[in-house]
């Protein structure tokens, strides 16, 4: 793989984390309202993994803490 292609994926996997966090930060905010800081602290350091895990609560969870959790 050369430098250049390298790059591509890393940005390719940049906008795609981004992407994941504002479908989420959006879902949030319909379902609970506006978001508390420590919550948007919480998307922003997010992993891509936490946020599918997160994303998934968002349909079954009855607080913005339930979908937050663990």
């Keep these: 793989m050369t430098a250049g292609e390298e790059?591509?994926?890393k940005?390719?996997?940049?906008?795609?984390l981004e992407?994941?966090?504002v479908i989420l930060r959006?879902?949030?905010t319909l379902r609970f309202g506006a978001l508390p800081?420590?919550?948007r602290t919480?998307?922003?350091a997010a992993d891509v993994i936490t946020?599918?895990?997160?994303?998934?609560?968002?349909?079954?969870a009855a607080t913005l803490e339930?979908?937050?959790a663990g």
């Design 11 to 16: 940005g390719e996997a940049r906008g795609e």
């Design 51 to 60: 946020l599918d895990t997160w994303a998934e609560r968002v349909l079954t």
């Design 66 to 68: 339930d979908v937050l």
């Design 42 to 44: 919480r998307l922003d």
């Design 26 to 28: 959006r879902l949030l």
């Design 7 to 9: 790059l591509m994926q």
């Design 37 to 39: 800081d420590a919550a």
């Design 19 to 21: 992407g994941r966090r």
